[in-house]
């Protein structure tokens, strides 16, 4: 609490609005928008690797808040004041950090396949700056930060090559998929059956259960895609930059209103976090292989400009 004091000294009017503005790099929906365009438009395996740093670490993120259960900072110090404008999005219990992890997991991964020199050094400058932005806004400790950090730059380093080298990479990411079903599976159990303490925020509790299935959905449909597109899809990421946009444009427009349309579907199901889940299921379905069987239309319009 005391960096956190430090940092609350320094606020100036200017750097406050900088500052949201970079911590808006660490929001989960700009991650999940980035790895689905390398994934559609640059290279498949990056959005695959992306994708699975991106899950693994929200799942562990998740783990942490529900275990230790450690209030944000100005809950565990009335006397502390974070910035007001931030403190919307600083949902759920503080640590760790979901900001840093998304920020690593989305800048960290591309700076580790890429190898230009300058452009891992601003991707992983970016990284510590959202990191730097949750402390000075006074929604996060430098332990949840830290913790973070480190979770992200592990899963990164260690997950990189299972996707980069093409000998036997299709059998390696079907080892980690069937690992990321059962952790899922296991994870929505603990949810599920953990006798929590009377203590413990019901609320929390509660979102970390749909975060739970919502992430399991959601690998559901990863490793269905991943299976599909090997065997009958096998989508091309190519195409003219005009025809990349459409592409992008259209397929996360239509991505979005299918999660919707899944929790219309669904909500006959009297268990809410089942219908997020399904909901989940349908959208990553249609991201990672019935989208892409549209690609070779994009792709046939920059053929046919040329």
């Known amino acids: 609490m005391e960096f956190l004091r430090f940092l609350e000294g320094l606020r100036a009017p200017w750097l ?3 500052m949201l503005v970079i911590t808006a790099f660490g929001e989960e929906l700009l991650f999940m928008a980035v790895a689905v365009i390398l994934f559609w438009c640059v290279n498949k395996y990056l959005g695959y690797y992306m994708l699975s740093v991106g899950f693994i670490g929200i799942q562990l993120n998740q783990l942490g808040k529900v275990l230790f259960r450690i209030d944000r900072p100005w809950v565990r110090d009335p006397s502390f004041h974070a910035v007001e404008n931030a403190i919307p999005e600083a949902t759920g219990y503080s640590f760790p950090s979901g900001h840093t992890q998304n920020a690593v997991g989305t800048f960290g991964t591309v700076a580790r396949w890429i190898r230009v020199r300058w452009v891992r050094i601003a991707l992983w400058t970016l990284a510590v700056l959202v990191a730097f ?3 000075y806004l006074g929604v996060h400790t430098p332990a949840d930060v830290v913790v973070s950090f480190a979770v992200a730059a592990v899963l ?3 997950l990189f090559p299972v996707f980069k080298d093409n000998e036997g990479r299709d059998r390696r990411i079907r080892v980690l998929m069937i690992a ?8 929505i159990a603990f949810m599920e059956l953990f006798p929590f303490p009377a203590t413990a925020d019901a609320e929390q509790l509660y979102h970390g259960l749909e975060n739970a299935y919502k992430i399991g959905g959601a690998a559901v449909g990863f490793a269905v895609s991943f299976e599909l597109d090997r065997r009958y899809v096998r989508f091309d990421t190519k195409a003219v930059w005009w025809a990349q946009i459409i592409k992008v444009a259209l397929g996360l427009g239509l991505a979005l209103g299918l999660k919707e349309l899944g929790y219309a ?6 268990y809410a976090p089942v219908v997020k889940a399904l909901a989940y299921l349908l959208m990553v379905l249609f991201v990672g292989c019935v989208w892409p069987m549209t690609f070779r239309l994009f792709t046939k319009l920059g053929k046919r400009e040329a």
């Open 180 to 187: 990321m079903l059962v952790w899922s599976a296991a994870q």
């Open 265 to 270: 579907v669904f909500g006959f199901i009297p």
């Open 133 to 135: 932005s949750r402390m």
């Open 16 to 18: 406050t609005e900088v």
């Open 156 to 158: 990164i380093f260690a």
